[in-house]
């Protein structure tokens, strides 16, 4: 078995990493390092935890402790998708850099021109950036990248997915020809098999893994979840998910939940914090400093449930996370491997547990033909816990609570015709009564007019039958007085 000490890297380097407790390097920095030192082009390609940053940082700084850097002219460059695995790369320098001489910067979004201004004008040996902003500071005339000797792109499939391949091209273009490229990637897209075809000049090719396959130590599960009812699945599949951590015990030491899209993200964050659960967002909308802070309280241990969009899904290196919970199935089937990903490194066994809903099916297949197996079934812990006879009428009266008084309206407008159609069944056999129905209909008239008058109400002895001829006299006398007044 190799062993670091045997991949000719500096002694200061090798004392680095001995202090870190590593002794032999995973398949992908056996595979890398030889043929960086050497020189060439690297393309690597290996599934996520495998140790792929340490497979670039620890030729670079092998090979740039000779040199010195001048002012806005970075010897090397590094390129991450995101803001928080450009971070980690900064760490790893710092780590395996630590008897060695060099000087570093790091270039990403959300934090002051004026600090990252000052340190280029010092003059950096390792440039750490995302591509928008080492564009903006290019554009601005702050950076000249024509010193560039090593030049790292890191998680190129990810840069595909973010959209930042025209970036990655454009930066390209702008560094020297001759400068030394390591290319490392997951899986290996059409487009991004074109750009390094373009841009790579027989490089060594190091393929530790089967593209896109998920590692053998992580535990898969799907639960397959179908809401009672359309407008209560949100709230039901929050519910499942609380069932799902709780099921988990003290296995569960920390976690990261997935989701789609950043309003989720929140949404679900709030939700487990409302029912007492350890639990913080990260998405790409939050400012900088809350989102270091939040990643720095996970990797402490003080946050035992990070809730993610897919910008975490890349470069979180915590060695200890024990559980994966896709809140969503990923809408690409790759993405599934890299959130899977962030449980079971280091060798350290993990488990990934996926809410699926039937809109998801779809997705779902197309996983299980990407890593080429299928993801076994869990069973539901609501359904478990809760016997059908004792959940059935509960969303039985719920659905039936909202259109009631439309039910109830009905049966109104149903009864009144059959009042109505019982009247003349009883009156028509008895003709006779029809002027004491009259009448009586006419009491209180003739009451109130009779008040109106200043009289006492008395009965007047005709009996009114209708208006026209037979109108009574004392009602003909009233308008005729009203008229005359």
Request: charged share 30%; glycine share 4%; net charge positive.
């Given at each position: 078995m190799t062993k670091f000490s045997e991949l000719k890297l500096a002694p200061k380097v090798l004392k680095a990493v001995e202090d870190t407790g590593y002794e032999t390097p995973t398949p992908i920095q056996a595979g890398a390092i030889p043929p960086a030192l050497e020189g060439r082009d690297v393309l690597g390609i290996a599934q996520t935890g495998t140790g792929k940053t340490a497979s670039f940082t620890l030729p670079?700084?092998?090979?740039?402790?000779?040199?010195?850097?001048?002012?806005?002219?970075?010897?090397?460059?590094?390129?991450?998708?995101?803001?928080?695995?450009?971070?980690?790369?900064?760490?790893?320098?710092?780590?395996?850099?630590?008897?060695?001489?060099?000087?570093?910067a790091l270039l990403i979004g959300g934090v002051s021109f004026g600090e990252q201004n000052k340190l280029i004008d010092r003059g950096v040996d390792v440039l750490i950036a995302t591509p928008?902003?080492?564009?903006?500071?290019?554009?601005?005339?702050?950076?000249?990248?024509?010193?560039?000797?090593?030049?790292?792109?890191?998680?190129?499939?990810?840069?595909?997915?973010?959209?930042?391949?025209?970036?990655?091209?454009?930066?390209?273009?702008?560094?020297?020809?001759?400068?030394?490229?390591?290319?490392?990637?997951?899986?290996?897209?059409?487009?991004?098999?074109?750009?390094?075809n373009t841009f790579?000049?027989?490089?060594?090719?190091?393929?530790?893994?089967?593209?896109?396959?998920?590692?053998?130590?992580?535990?898969?599960?799907?639960?397959?979840?179908?809401?009672?009812?359309?407008?209560?699945?949100?709230?039901?599949?929050r519910k499942?998910?609380?069932?799902?951590?709780?099921?988990e015990g003290e296995k569960l030491t920390n976690g990261i939940?997935?989701?789609?899209?950043?309003?989720?993200?929140?949404?679900?964050?709030?939700?487990?914090?409302?029912?007492?659960?350890?639990?913080?967002?990260i998405h790409g909308d939050l400012d900088q400093s809350q989102r270091t802070r939040t990643l720095e309280g996970f990797r402490n241990g003080d946050l035992r449930l990070l809730i993610a969009s897919d910008v975490a899904a890349r470069g979180l290196d915590i060695p200890s996370v024990s559980h994966v919970f896709n809140f969503d199935v990923?809408?690409?089937?790759?993405?599934?491997?890299?959130?899977?990903?962030?449980?079971?490194?280091?060798?350290?066994?993990?488990?990934a547990i996926m809410i699926c809903e039937p809109r998801d099916e779809k997705n779902l297949a197309a996983i299980e033909t990407l890593i080429k197996k299928p993801i076994p079934r869990l069973d539901n812990p609501l359904t478990q816990s809760t016997p059908a006879s004792?959940?059935?009428?509960?969303?039985?009266?719920?659905?039936?609570?909202?259109?009631?008084?439309?039910?109830?309206?009905?049966?109104?407008?149903?009864?009144?015709?059959?009042?109505?159609?019982?009247?003349?069944r009883?009156?028509?056999?008895?003709?006779?009564?029809?002027?004491?129905?009259?009448?009586?209909?006419?009491?209180?008239?003739n009451k109130q007019s009779d008040r109106n008058q200043g009289g006492r109400g008395r009965k007047s002895d005709k009996k009114v039958v209708g208006m026209g001829d037979h109108m009574p006299g004392f009602i003909a006398r009233s308008f005729s007085d009203r008229s005359s007044d």
């Open positions: 670079m700084i092998t090979m740039l402790a000779r040199g010195r850097a001048r002012a806005r002219m970075p010897r090397s460059l590094v390129l991450c998708p995101t803001r928080e695995l450009a971070a980690q790369v900064a760490e790893n320098f710092d780590t395996y850099a630590k008897h060695v001489k060099l000087t570093k928008g902003r080492l564009l903006d500071h290019f554009e601005r005339g702050k950076l000249l990248l024509n010193g560039v000797q090593i030049m790292v792109v890191d998680e190129a499939d990810r840069m595909l997915d973010m959209g930042f391949i025209p970036d990655i091209e454009r930066i390209f273009s702008i560094t020297p020809f001759t400068k030394q490229t390591l290319f490392f990637s997951a899986t290996m897209a059409p487009e991004i098999e074109r750009i390094t790579l000049s027989n490089p060594a090719r190091i393929e530790v893994a089967r593209q896109a396959t998920a590692a053998e130590n992580i535990e898969q599960g799907v639960v397959m979840f179908k809401p009672s009812r359309r407008d209560r699945a949100a709230t039901e599949k499942l998910l609380r069932a799902l951590i709780d099921a939940i997935f989701c789609n899209r950043k309003m989720d993200v929140d949404t679900v964050a709030k939700s487990l914090k409302k029912y007492g659960y350890d639990a913080a967002p990923p809408g690409h089937a790759e993405d599934y491997i890299h959130r899977i990903g962030r449980t079971g490194r280091a060798g350290r066994d993990g488990k004792q959940s059935a009428p509960a969303p039985t009266s719920e659905d039936q609570a909202p259109p009631a008084p439309e039910s109830r309206k009905k049966e109104r407008s149903r009864k009144k015709p059959v009042r109505r159609e019982e009247k003349p009883d009156t028509a056999p008895r003709p006779e009564t029809q002027p004491e129905k009259a009448e009586a209909s006419q009491k209180p008239d």
